[in-house]
């Protein structure tokens, strides 16, 4: 089983749509989580870390649900330049950085 | 400030040949990074450094795959031979230990797109 499973997608949605993207993962005793954001043939950007009472960035809420081991990414009023994929990160050893664990991505095209 | 530096960019070679990628991490970033991507598989680490010691290679693939980084602004990623399986966009990111483990945040290079043909 994968560290962290992702809905590869795509998600096509309108502009101002809100979308929410789901991952899961398994180590139970992960304690770091983030969103990081990957536009076609460039390398991944942070987009947002994920804390346990969830956490929003204008458009942008990630939330944490411990007991499931999930995370999500809600975006709200979709943009064009919201188009991207959107990778889930899972940082297992919490305060000391070590391995992260990437999900594959989960790709959201936005039309207008 | 300059980024994460990657070179070649983009690398077509026929299989058995050596490849070597290259990498300069941001001037002070103590931590540095190995990635390989592909559609299959996603972004998977292949191996890490700490203060240009390596800590984690669990993730190289097989002995065809060595990494070196002699000193804190430069690393090395060899393979030889290379096989058709090996094409990939490979990542070299770098950060600060407690950044990384707070914030979650490594910067990436524009990554060096593989082709084994």
């Known amino acids: 089983r994968k560290e962290v499973e992702q809905d590869p997608g795509p998600f096509n949605v309108p502009e101002g749509a809100t979308v929410a993207f789901n991952c899961t993962y398994s180590n139970s005793a992960s304690q770091s989580f983030f969103w990081y954001r990957q536009d076609c043939r460039k390398e991944p950007k942070l987009l947002m870390s994920v804390y346990s009472s969830g956490n929003e960035d204008g458009r942008f809420t990630a939330q944490l649900n411990r007991a499931s081991q999930y995370i999500s990414l809600l975006i709200r009023d979709s943009k064009l330049s919201d188009s991207a994929t959107y990778l889930c990160v899972v940082n297992p050893e919490g305060s000391t950085l070590g391995r992260l664990y990437f999900g594959r991505g989960t790709q959201l095209t936005v039309w207008p | 400030d300059a980024g994460v530096i990657q070179s070649p960019r983009h690398e077509v070679t026929e299989m058995g040949q050596e490849v070597t990628l290259r990498c300069k991490p941001i001037?002070?970033?103590?931590?540095l990074f190995w990635y390989r991507q592909t559609m299959m598989r996603g972004l998977e680490l292949l191996i890490y450094?700490?203060?240009?010691?390596?800590?984690?290679d669990s993730g190289m693939p097989e002995d065809r795959f060595s990494a070196k980084m002699p000193n804190a602004s430069f690393s090395t990623l060899k393979i030889q031979p290379s096989e058709p399986r090996d094409s990939a966009v490979y990542f070299c990111a770098s950060s600060l230990a407690w950044l990384a483990a707070n914030t979650g945040e490594l910067f990436f290079g524009e990554g060096s797109r593989l082709t084994v043909l």
């Open positions: 450094f700490n203060n240009n010691v390596p800590i984690d």
């Open positions: 001037s002070g970033h103590d931590y």
